[in-house]
């Protein structure tokens, strides 16, 4: 399960299993600075991250905040 943490501005993925919790994407935790950039896990910025659909290859979410669509690898 796939969410996007929009009050912390994370990509968060959820194992069913386990319900464990662990960030995908977004600042380092502790921290829930915003912005909009590309990049992989720490890296990433996101304004208010939400829904979320993959193709089965790829994730897609929703980045509200910046009005785009974005691709996560």
């Known amino acids: 399960l796939y969410i996007g943490d929009s009050g912390n501005n994370k990509l968060r993925k959820a194992a069913l299993s386990t319900l464990a919790v662990t960030t995908l994407a977004g ?5 829930i600075s915003s912005g909009s950039s590309d990049g992989s896990g720490a890296d990433a910025r996101f ?6 659909v993959s193709d089965g290859q790829n994730l ?4 509200l905040g ?7 690898q």
Do not use: C, E, M, T
Request: charged share 25%; no cysteine; glycine share 4%.
């Open 47 to 52: 304004l208010f991250p939400q829904h979320s």
């Open 66 to 72: 910046n009005a785009k669509i974005r691709r996560v």
């Open 27 to 31: 600042p380092a935790d502790g921290n």
């Open 60 to 63: 897609y979410i929703v980045d």
